[in-house]
T-cell receptor
Framework: GAGVSQSPRYKVAKRGQDVALRCDPISGHVSLFWYQQALGQGPEFLTYFQNEAQLDKSGLPSDRFFAERPEGSVSTLKIQRTQQEDSAVYLCASSLDPTREQYFGPGTRLTVT | GESVGLHLPTLSVQEGDNSIINCAYSNSASDYFIWYKQESGKGPQFIID?????DKRQGQRVTVLLNKTVKHLSLQIAATQPGDSAVYFC????????????FGRGTSLIVHP
């Protein structure tokens, strides 16, 4: 079956613009995670959903970051008024169970100019 | 092995050699550990996992060793192939079924033909 997909794969935004990043998890996976990965670093947790419920958003760096998963499948990470420090790869991962291995998408590389 | 710093630790090996990638974790209460492989431009890919009630687990060409006494994890890759070239991350989940993995910095494995 299909893995986790993300779109767009690349996004260039001018500082101050809003962006929306999409994640399509593996069908049937109830758990969905968003991560931010800076160059040369490991992924850093942003937020976690179980079905449509956002159970943890402790990793979101500011109130400019917002995530949703309204129907418990596709998720969108939105960043308002982008700043240069938001430039990173944003990874989405899904799993059958939150305590088990996660399956990652290819990521969206965001560049804020 | 894993380290905190500006440069990604690098391990260079010859094709056919065995590789050992090390990771020190921080939370003595962590009970689940995962190794991921990340190729350039792709998301992390699950390789193997181990729970804290084990000290060794084997997969296809890979073995993970866990030493809880010194909070150390290692990934052994047998007969390393050029396709194994990637960045390898260890990740730990906290205790009590915590679902937020903490990733290490990563080790870059370079396999020379």
């Amino acid at each position: 079956g299909a893995g986790v997909s993300q779109s767009p794969r690349y996004k260039v935004a001018k500082r101050g613009q809003d962006v929306a990043l999409r994640c399509d998890p593996i069908s049937g996976h109830v758990s969905l995670f968003w991560y931010q990965q800076a160059l040369g670093q490991g992924p850093e947790f942003l937020t976690y959903f179980q079905n449509e419920a956002q159970l943890d958003k402790s990793g979101l760096p500011s109130d400019r970051f917002f995530a949703e998963r309204p129907e418990g499948s596709v998720s969108t990470l939105k960043i308002q008024r982008t700043q240069q420090e938001d430039s990173a790869v944003y990874l989405c991962a899904s799993s059958l169970d939150p305590t088990r291995e996660q399956y990652f998408g290819p990521g969206t590389r965001l560049t804020v100019t | 092995g894993e380290s905190v710093g500006l440069h990604l630790p690098t391990l260079s090996v010859q094709e056919g050699d065995n590789s050992i990638i090390n990771c020190a974790y921080s939370n003595s209460a962590s009970d689940y550990f995962i190794w991921y492989k990340q190729e350039s431009g792709k998301g992390p890919q699950f390789i193997i996992d181990i729970r804290s009630n084990m000290d060794k687990r084997q997969g296809q060409r890979v073995t993970v060793l866990l030493n809880k006494t010194v909070k150390h994890l290692s990934l052994q890759i047998a007969a390393t192939q050029p396709g194994d070239s990637a960045v390898y991350f260890c990740a730990e989940n906290g205790s009590g079924g915590s679902y937020i993995p903490t990733f290490g910095r990563g080790t870059s494995l370079i396999v020379h033909p």
